[in-house]
């Protein structure tokens, strides 16, 4: 990534996992980086199951020194993918890490401050036992779903679009390619 990239995702980290803390209205713990291990920080909570929850904010694609122009797009992933090792300190009476539910979605550097209330919408519909409301998202989702409930992995129309290839044509008649005795 270049440094213009690693600072806006840091920025982005931090402000995120502090609004998501205080929104959430139970006690939410934020790890540190650890560059040796290549953990960035995430956020995790104890639900009222008692199980140990996270959440992660990361680089899905960004611009590098080999690749200036590549898309920038994040993910923001809920109980899923590394990096809890050093957050796994598990406190007096949790039963683990919740398995039973994940989420990730990929969107813009831009869109992720707007999805914070729905994602905390999100988390509290999936830990609730009755039925809540859970609010339209913010940005429009790249697919439509009849049942949000069952929603595992999502992408705003936004970033699918950043993520294509673009339509540039390109030539690969393997004749063009390769010189021919006619060609030389």
């Not at 406190?91 to 992720?112: A, D, K, M, S």
Request: charged fraction near 20%.
């Amino acid at each position: 990534m270049t440094p213009e990239a690693i600072r806006i995702i840091s920025q982005i980290r931090g402000e995120f996992y502090s609004g998501f803390a205080a929104a959430m209205n139970m006690s939410v713990s934020i790890t540190t980086s650890h560059p040796s291990t290549g953990n960035p920080p995430i956020a995790f909570w104890i639900d009222d199951r008692q199980q140990f929850n996270y959440l992660r904010v990361y680089a899905y694609k960004a611009p590098d020194e080999l690749l200036p122009e590549r898309p920038f797009i994040l993910r923001l992933s809920v109980n899923k993918g590394g990096g809890i090792a050093t957050a796994a300190k598990w406190r007096r009476g949790c039963r683990g890490l919740n398995q039973g539910w994940c989420f990730e979605l990929t969107l813009l550097p831009e869109e992720v401050m707007d999805f914070l209330p729905w994602l905390v919408s999100l988390v509290k519909y999936q830990q609730s036992d009755c039925a809540s409301f859970l609010p339209e998202p913010p940005h429009p989702f790249h697919f439509t779903t009849a049942k949000l409930s069952s929603l595992k992995e999502a992408w705003t129309q936004k970033a699918w679009q950043e993520s294509k290839p673009s339509n540039a044509p390109i030539d690969l008649e393997l004749n063009k390619l390769i010189p021919t005795a006619k060609s030389v």
